[in-house]
């Protein structure tokens, strides 16, 4: 199942500039998904380094893992939902991304609840190159009356 901007944004509630997934390019309903983000110069939160490069903050690449785990337990299941990323471990960073490219998003839910999901995820390069990992992503889950 592939998901365009547009579709993601009828999922999520979230609008620019914190909309941090572009598109979804696969799922396995219940199990992983991929997808992107693109990396803007005019994006509000871009950063600077002591050299003046500008480069899209890990804590942004995280969210982003966040929100691609809300879409597939949303897409997943039949209600709406609400999630709340509560508790991150096991980050590890390799390497900055600079502006005016792309990053993958892979995120695997590692177990699941009514109330909380857990999940793991990676960001690659556009050369497939291991950018950050999460271990655990645990998310509170609402379901929206």
Do not use: W
Request: overall charge negative.
């Amino acid at each position: 199942m592939v998901f365009n901007f547009n579709d993601i944004r009828k999922i999520l509630p979230h609008k620019y500039p914190f909309l941090l997934v572009d598109q979804v390019l696969c799922m396995e309903k219940g199990k992983a998904a991929v997808g992107i983000k693109n990396i803007v110069y005019d994006d509000p939160y871009i950063e600077y380094d002591l050299e003046e490069n500008q480069f899209y903050p890990f804590e942004l690449m995280i969210e982003s893992l966040g929100q691609l785990t809300a879409i597939l337990y949303s897409f997943s299941n039949n209600n709406k939902y609400e999630f709340v990323l509560g508790s991150i471990k096991g980050i590890h960073v390799f390497k900055k991304v600079q502006v005016n490219s792309q990053i993958q998003l892979k995120v695997k839910i590692d177990h699941i609840s009514d109330t909380y999901a857990i999940a793991s995820g990676t960001v690659l390069d556009e050369d497939g190159v291991v950018i950050l990992e999460a271990d655990e992503l645990i998310c509170k889950i609402n379901i929206i009356k």
